[in-house]
């Protein structure tokens, strides 16, 4: 089973950039599809970006279309999320996760593993 644990967090000015890490461990990383969810205070949680097993497809939230990439490297059971021309409504928590399937999925319910979040805050 994939374990996750993310990491690129932090405080940026609007307009800048990050990116965010997230290493899987245990088997069956290159088989699944991943996704980078993120939750703001007083929000539900929503779906920013999903690839799927080989990297070859992925599919975005039209909030961040554009601005952010989602990437993985199944030799370093890692997927990335870049994310540029940054924006005080991005500010959350962001969490990725792995859902059983080879093709990405846009619906949260179809992710079963999920890492514990890494904070983003863009200062305005």
């Known amino acids: 089973q994939v374990q996750l644990v993310e990491s690129g967090g932090g405080l940026v000015q609007a307009g800048g950039s990050l990116r965010l890490s997230c290493a899987a461990s245990?088997?069956?990383?290159?088989?699944?599809?991943m996704g980078w969810f993120r939750q703001a205070p007083g929000k539900e949680r929503e779906l920013v970006a999903t690839?799927?097993?080989?990297?070859?497809?992925?599919y975005y939230a039209d909030s961040v279309k554009g601005r952010f990439t989602i990437s993985r490297d199944n030799a370093k059971n890692t997927v990335y999320l870049q994310m540029n021309s940054l924006k005080p409504e991005d500010t959350a928590v962001y969490h990725c996760?792995?859902?059983?399937?080879?093709?990405?999925?846009?619906?949260?319910?179809?992710?079963?593993?999920w890492g514990q979040g890494t904070q983003v805050t863009v200062s305005s």
């Open positions: 245990g088997r069956g990383f290159s088989s699944v599809a």
């Open positions: 690839i799927n097993w080989s990297g070859g497809t992925t």
């Open positions: 996760a792995a859902a059983p399937r080879n093709y990405y999925s846009e619906y949260e319910g179809d992710y079963d593993r």
